[in-house]
């Protein structure tokens, strides 16, 4: 990301303006690389600093995270030095990215003292830091070798060049004259990222190769200004190339709140797909567990469909007998069928043991998997059952479009045996005392030629939709054999419904299917009061009677 020392400085100017003179509220943390601070000066405002690796930052923010139960033991101590301090400055070196926010505060002595708070953003080296006023530190919230307790804290300047102080557009010219501007400007002066020399060499539309003397002097005189109208409304954040970077114009917005929807795009993407994987991880554990179990299964009702055999070697060893020498122990046997026209029939052996002993064996091997064909197949139509749901759920996953999405499948998968305890050993040392809140469903809808219809999400939705939210007269769809979504179309007066509405309900079915991609998807559809559930059913599972059938096309 572009949070270089330009962003950093123009963050700055407008934080010294809102923040200075304001007092510290309240301190949290909601995760382990990230502090909030709530500040008061005329108005409530609140004040994001990100060690996070990926997304280091610091700006203002307006969005909210649930916070621990217990806070952080440096959340703690950030409470206890800071809480009631008064900001009286915000700065930093230069375009340099550590920032220092200086606080007055109250010891313990009731006696006024300074307090500073480092923030260093620097990728993975990014940090908090508390130090009293001689910058011996209190503690920090990453523990590294240069930021241990009671040792001081030394900021380290960047031995570039500083462009804030460049006074001659000649020396710029003659310094960066035939070389590679991407490269030479962000290795020559302190804070010039590679997103941001980019996006002005595409804002002026120079060559980073063949820039001209002139083109340099317009490089020059844009840096400048940019550097010159820092905590006014000339310059602004716009997008380049899926980061961003600090540019000249006039900004609808200010620099804070767009980098805090920016991060805030970026983080709940982020939260989502890595929500969603994990979820995904579990679910298709427990469905290989589900397809072995079945593979297993069927192998075990293959063996049961040769269980009459068993029985006729039994019967037939037994009518033939007497005819044969009890004691006899050979590898086969040859004897009359009397099954099939006393055709001879071949009976293998085992000439470990006498006959009376195989006949023994035939028929316990037979009434074996006599009993067994009953719990199997028993077994089969469970897992078969297991299956089908896991499917669903793989469905509702893979067709999550926001967090709360996840959430919801998270919810219901929690309480299938099958993956509860996976998921209590992920989160035993996230578990809440709290009894969570039931969430309000809220369902997707659209108009369709004056009627509402209606489609739900994932299992849940689906369930609450069909059986609950439905009206008698309300038409019920569903992709037939496909896992998708239920989809409802409102009819409370019970009118007469064009094919050409039935049509659109169904096309919508079969574009929240499974079947979505296919040529030729049929969609069952029927009044709600013929859709039931059957007891026991897994969530979404439901039955339905009296419908008819559309292909959709």
Known sequence: MAFDGITTKAVIAELQQQLIG????????PTKHEIVISIYNQANYTLLLSANPDYCRLHLTNHTKPNPQNAPNFCMLLRKYLVGGKIVDISNYDLERTVQIKLECYNELNDLVIRKLFIQIMSRQSNVILTNDKNVIIDSLRHAE?????????????????????????DFIELVRNQNLLQVLPNTF????????KATLQILNINEENAQDMDLSRIYRYLKSIVSNFGTKNILLQAFEKDYSIAEGSAEQSINS???????????????LASR????????NNLKKVSKKLENINKKLEECENMETYRIYGELLTANLYKINRDENGQEITVENYYENNVPI????????????NIEQYFKKYNKLKNALVIVGQQKKEAEKELDYIESIVFSLENAKSVDDIVDVYAEISENVMTKKEIAKK??????????????IVLQSQEIDSFTVYIGKNNVQNDYLSLKFANKNDLWFHTQKIHGSHVLLRNPENVEVSDEVLMECAKLAKENSKGKMSSNVA???????????????????????????????
Do not use: M, R
């Not at 009061?529 to 419908?547: D, E, F």
């Open 22 to 29: 304001g007092k510290v509220n309240k301190v949290f943390q």
């Open 146 to 170: 240069d930021c241990l307790p009671a040792h001081p804290f030394e900021f380290v300047k960047i031995s570039k060049k500083s462009f804030l102080e460049w006074q001659s557009e000649q």
């Open 190 to 197: 302190i804070g010039f990222s590679k997103t941001f020399v």
């Open 258 to 272: 767009s980098l805090d929807e920016f991060y805030n795009q970026k983080e709940q993407k982020s939260t989502f």
């Open 277 to 284: 994987n994990n979820l995904l991880h579990i679910v298709s």
């Open 346 to 357: 071949t009976i293998p052996l085992n000439h470990k043991i006498n006959v009376q002993k």
């Open 427 to 440: 989160q035993k040392n996230k578990v809440s005392k709290k009894k969570p809140k039931e969430k309000e």
């Open 523 to 553: 969609v069952d559809y029927c009044k709600a009061k013929y859709v039931k559930k059957s007891p026991g059913a897994k969530p979404g599972l439901v039955i339905y009677t009296n419908y008819k059938t559309i292909f959709v096309k």
